[in-house]
């Protein structure tokens, strides 16, 4: 249940009986021969089948995240990280003028990882507000998978090609991790990772893509308890 397809009237309904939202940060920027806003598809793919499960609303997705490194790719659109952290900040400050309370965050960008500190802040702020901050990517689960299969997680990999996220034909062979040092500047990224993939296998089969899937899923639907 998306808030588009509801009014304010069937909100302040919701509210009744209800007090939790889910949240999706992501971000429009590149990911190789993957769609550019893959960030915001994968948990959005995950806040939608946990909606199905619980009723919980989604609230729309923050398409655009931190990446200024990757402002050399065409279709890039990189916040400033001071204004990514307002942008959340005055998010968090109407949902919870609405009346929710328990906002569950999926996070699909590393970038967006510096909203965390302005969400404590929130919490000391506003009574009562409990925010959880979820990235798939990082979760033991996913990790484990990757390991079980002898797979790396790399961006714009393996990792992120689900079904839908795919948007052209991807390579069939292994791209070797590029070196480097130190923290790379837009033209520095576009030179030393080219195509925008990060490393490893493209894509693998879709049965692991599944497995990994339903692990995220299964986290967040124990975090929805907000225990």
């Known amino acids: 249940m998306r808030l588009e397809e509801l009014n304010w009237m069937d ?15 992501g971000a429009t920027e590149q990911h190789g021969y993957l769609s550019l806003l893959t960030d915001v598809k994968i948990p959005l793919a995950l806040a939608d089948s946990i909606s199905q499960e619980t009723g919980v609303i989604v609230a729309p997705p923050l398409n655009f995240g931190v990446s200024p490194y990757f402002l050399a790719y065409p279709g ?5 990280t001071s204004t990514f952290l307002d942008v959340v ?15 569950l965050i999926l996070n699909g960008h590393s970038g967006n990882d510096p909203a965390r500190g302005r969400l404590v802040e929130l919490a000391n702020q506003y009574k009562g507000l409990q925010t959880i901050w979820y990235s798939w990517w990082e979760s033991h689960s996913v990790e484990q998978i990757a390991i079980k299969n002898d ?20 390579p069939k062979k292994k791209k070797n991790p590029p070196k480097y040092q130190g923290l790379l500047g837009a033209d520095e990224t576009r030179r030393v990772f080219q195509d925008g993939s990060f490393g490893g296998p493209y894509e693998v089969a879709g049965e692991i893509m599944d497995e990994i899937f339903y692990a995220a899923y299964q986290d967040v639907l124990h975090l929805m308890q907000f225990e």
């Open 11 to 25: 909100v302040e309904k919701y509210l009744q009986n209800e007090d939790r939202i889910l949240l999706v940060t």
């Open 89 to 103: 900040e005055d998010i968090i400050s109407s949902l919870y003028g609405c009346g929710f309370r328990r906002i």
């Open 151 to 170: 797979l790396k997680p790399f961006h714009a990999s393996w990792l992120e090609a689900f079904p839908f996220t795919k948007v052209a034909e991807l």
């Open 76 to 80: 890039t659109i990189s916040l400033r």
